[in-house]
């Protein structure tokens, strides 16, 4: 697993905030941020393509147009780490990432 | 969006009572005749989704307007151009300039606000680019407290940035909107020059004179100090041809002073074959000429042959070239459009080594000059045969059209020596694969044929995208190189020292390369206010309850449409989104972000919150209820970054204060404990 990517309508608001979020619950899971490690991004739904990363986090509301692309984290609250964390961390187990 | 010039041009074509040639267009509006066909397709496309009649064409004529179309023009563009339309910020700070170098009366933030009818940050903003802008002409921006701000500087250089100003912005002061000057004189004084080149049997170019015209009357009206000339200075102008007739008709109308700046750019426009009128300073000439031709060579990697002859004819140029940008005379180049179209490539080159040149000489260069240097170039790497071209780029996304348009801004910000060619979707793409070097995708490309040239990066370039980008496209000279000499360096340390100290230096070498790509993302990342700056005490609204989110999103957009940083149709886009998409704006429980994208009509960056105090369901069939709608105006993808970061913080770690604040200062004391 190598890259995680956050998703929005317009790709400039709330993805952007998941964005730092993940970067700052995979360090707190220890999991290295950046070149050739884990790499985080975020865009826009329209900018979205299968297989476009191996996992895209979004809101609740996105989930349906979202699925498509592949492995997907839905987040009820983007504002809440707690919810981000355990969820992440779940996956990450699964992929023995962590 | 139309801008000025389509408006422009619509108020001539909609007050002539003949048809106007697309000639005659360029000439009153003053900008090239293609940029007049692509007016015109705006204009058209405008119009056809207003349901108006198109601009006809007639073969031989010209151009003319339905009069319907005219009525519906006339009565309110010629007067109401400054209500229809908003200038860019370019046009500001030039209008802004000028009104301050004519100095009737010092001006306050105040006065450009309801000049332009903008908010009072974006003044603030445009001061802050004005002094840099001028600083560099060696023009300094004062304020004097309860008169407000005006331009200090010495006459020279005063007049000629107003000159350059005048000759590069013609169709921003050919209504006299401003009161720059009277248009009598300026009739009177076109009348003059026509006699004077009867006189002298020449004839000078009709866009020069205007502008020179236009600048006499600003001069009279505005009671300008003159230049006084040096005495050597004065006596070259007093034996030219020029003299005795500038003075046979201006003497009535202007003092000596200004009849030696008026010779001095009639002179000027012959200054070819004249050369009375040449710096004589050697040195400083050589050093410039030297300047230049590294600056070309360093920024083309071009390894000239015949660097003398071509450093004897920029010398040349740049004799009499000095004396121009000294006076801000102009000098037409009638290729000039030609050339910026031909030699693109080269033209760019020299635009920036002549931005580089300006802060040398304290003086502005114009595209006319620009278009000679790059000639002088052009026809060097032509007699040595060498071809100076980009590598040409293709892109490809799933659409052909959003994704790319954005990784286009960032590929063109990031990578100035490669032309894109075109942006086209997958099915596209070997239409024309063969004539370009390289493809850049956002989707995965199956075709063998083309796998060597092609590069498959995010949508929104990311750290790897762009260091790998980087190094191909920017180092691929230097590039083999320096991964040789790393690897020499950490064998040769390895061996005689040890495997320890070899791997530190690696990591430095490694370090220090990785901060030369970071350095373009720094560019980037300017300028981006706190989140204090932007949700300010007037965009925080507070309402007991609305009557459905539609109420929501306008009234917590209501503050960014008033002052014109949104227009109406981002809050329908917002709206249409919401059908399409479901209420995904809802990004937590109780918080909406209502935003769309830069292109649904933004114009600069601006937030705004609505409080409710009854909560209200954003969705139809499900539970997604909402007590503070936030709205962002983003105009770009970055400028908003850091104040959302901050109101991202501030949602996370302080839920359950925000949802508590009953008044505007609550809020904003939160909001002000996050902006750090």
Redesign the interface.
Known sequence: MKKIIAI???????S??VE??IKNTLKELGVAV???DM?V?????????P??ADLIV??K??E??VERFGETLVL??????AELKTKLETVLKEKGVI | MLDYKDYYMLSLLSHSYQPLSVDDLSRMVGVSRRSIYYSLNKINDFLESHDIPKIENHRDEGLSLFDDTKSFFKYDMHQDLSEVYVYTQKERIAIEIVLFLINQKQLGIIDFEELFLVSRNTVLSDMKELRKEIIRFHLTLEYDNGNGYYIAGSPIRTRSVLLYIYSSYTYLFKINRFDLYDEELVDTVLMKFKEIEEALSVSYVIETKETLAKMLATVKKNTLNPIIFQEEDKKILEESLEFMIVKQFFSDLFDVEEIHYITLHLMGLRVHTSHELESQDDAYIKKLVNFMVKRFKDLTLIDLQDEQVLCEGLYFHMKSALIRYKYGIIYENELKEDLKEQYKAIYQISERIAKEMEDMIGHPINENDIAYMAMHFGAHLKRERSELTFPKVLLV???GV??SKMLRKELEFLLEHIEIIDAVSLDEVEVYADQVDYIIT???LDLKDYEQKTIFV???L???DR?RLYKIFNNVHQGMEFEVLKKNIVEKLEKNYSHELAKDVWHIIEKEFQKKSNKLQFVRGKDQPMLNEVITEDKILFKDHVKDYKEAIYESGKPLLDEGIIEERYLEKVIS?IHE?????????N?A?S????EDGVHELGMSMLMLNEAVNF?ED?D?YVKLVVT?A?PD?ES??KA??Q??EL??NS?EEIMNCKTKDDVLKLINQYSI
């Not at chain 1, 929005?8 to 709330?14: P, Q, R």
């Not at chain 1, 991004?41 to 393509?49: K, Q, V």
């Not at chain 1, 009820?76 to 780490?81: L, P, R």
């Not at chain 2, 998409?581 to 429980?589: L, R, W």
């Open positions: 929005c309508g317009s790709g400039l608001g709330s952007f905030m730092m979020n950046g070149l050739g790499e991004d975020h865009m826009d739904l329209g900018s979205a393509y297989g476009v979004c809101g509301d996105l349906d147009n009820n609250n983007i504002f809440d780490k | 996304c799933l659409n959003a994704t956002t989707i995965p995010s949508p929104l990311t750290s790897i260091d989104n998409m479901g209420p995904y704006i809802v990004v937590a429980p918080i972000i935003h769309a994208r830069p969705s499900k997604r962002l983003a993808e908003h970054l959302l970061g109101l991202s949602f996370m839920m």
